[in-house]
């Protein structure tokens, strides 16, 4: 089997600039804490007199940290994001007086409500001068609020996590009953392959997506349940790939050799025929990763997939794709740009490396 390697990518361009945007994306799924401005879990401080500005949009921040007893750093905030991170008022203007400051909430229409913000409030030791310069800030949200105020660019990063993590379990999830049924019916033929195909047969006539809701009603709701359901609808692909090299494999003559040196069918099948034909599902697989993350930002959509407020791009897109027509297109556009972008660099992949493994082209 030929080997693929970063060099041999280096002459496909397409494959290239896809691998290096899956690569990305991986990072930021990794790091999205760390990179987002909104660092609290799932990117969910809500801040309605702000809600649905326009990318670049600027506001004076408040920020009243929690008390320092209830600051719990560790390294698991720069991955889950921070469960204490206070406060924040959007703020139109401000007072700061010997014993605390006056602050006028940030309203469009009408004056904001004025409060009385005690300085006992912030950490201790905490001076006027401290106050201005670590307290109040100027936040710029770079691709706008959301329906409910929240940051759009870090619920976008952070929804890169869940669809590169949908798309990985789906994939293995696919892969080990795909590899363990197609092998198993290619292999032994027989009665065994008729069930195995009757199996196929079935599964291959239900649309994916209506099964996909069916398993999905049938777990419940849930962040795990969505990774399940999608990866037990992409195992058809996978079993029929791998049927037909296993089929057209057994019979060759160094798998015929195994049999003649008594090598047990396992490890003439595991270690000698699948090896093989990792070519065609490498292909396969760059394939079934698109189709998880279509799937997943689908349930979203429909309200199936994972729930608030794990920030996921379907979801994004059913919040907001009414301001399609209102004016501010780009609230559902920003989150549709983010899934065709990283389906089209799995499928351009895909391609290139079906245009590598071709024994035809090759």
């Known amino acids: 089997m030929r080997k693929i390697t970063i060099k041999t990518l ?7 600039f896809a691998l290096s945007y899956i690569s990305l994306c991986l990072l930021v799924s990794i790091f999205a804490y760390v990179i987002a401005p909104d660092k ?10 702000i809600h649905s500005q326009h990318p670049g949009f600027e506001v004076q921040m408040l920020h009243i940290p929690v008390d320092d007893r209830q600051i719990n750093k560790s390294l698991k905030n720069l991955f889950y994001g921070d469960p204490n991170p206070g406060v924040y008022f959007p703020i139109s203007s ?22 009385w913000i005690p300085l006992h409030s912030f950490p201790k030791s905490t001076t006027k001068s401290a106050l201005l310069s670590n307290y109040i800030t ?13 940051d759009v660019l870090s619920r976008l990063l952070i929804g890169t996590r869940v669809s ?38 079935v599964t291959w006539s239900i649309p994916t997506l209506l099964l996909v809701i069916a398993i999905s009603v049938a777990l419940g709701k849930g962040f795990w349940q969505v990774f399940i359901a999608v990866g037990l609808t992409m195992w058809v692909e996978v079993a029929r790939i791998v049927r037909g090299q296993v089929i057209t494999l057994k019979n060759r003559q160094f798998v015929i050799a195994t049999r003649v040196l008594g090598f047990s069918s396992f490890r003439t099948l595991f270690r000698h ?3 093989n034909a990792l070519g065609p599902l490498v292909v396969i697989t760059a394939s079934n990763f698109a189709a998880a993350i279509l799937v997943e930002s689908g349930l979203s959509f429909l309200g199936i997939g994972a729930q608030p407020p794990i920030p996921t791009w379907g979801t994004m897109i059913k919040d907001h794709y009414q301001f399609l027509v209102m004016g501010k297109p780009y609230m559902a556009l920003i989150p549709g740009l983010a899934i065709m972008l990283l389906v089209s660099s799995f499928m351009i992949l895909g391609n290139t490396l079906r245009d590598y493994y071709d024994p035809i082209k090759n």
């Not at 100027?138 to 929240?150: S, V």
């Open 10 to 16: 280096l002459y496909h361009s397409g494959g290239f």
């Open 40 to 49: 609290s879990v799932n990117a969910n401080q809500m801040h309605l007199s």
């Open 94 to 115: 401000f007072i700061i007086e010997q014993d605390g400051l006056w602050i006028e909430h940030f309203n469009f229409d009408t004056p904001g409500k004025k409060e």
């Open 138 to 150: 100027t936040k710029k949200f770079l691709l706008g609020t959301d329906l409910f105020g929240r």
């Open 164 to 201: 590169l993590s949908i798309g990985f379990v789906a994939v293995l999830i696919s892969l080990l009953v795909g590899l363990f049924l197609g092998s198993l019916g290619g292999y032994y033929g027989g009665t065994i392959d008729k069930v195995v195909m009757w199996i196929i047969n």
């Open 273 to 275: 025929i699948l090896p």
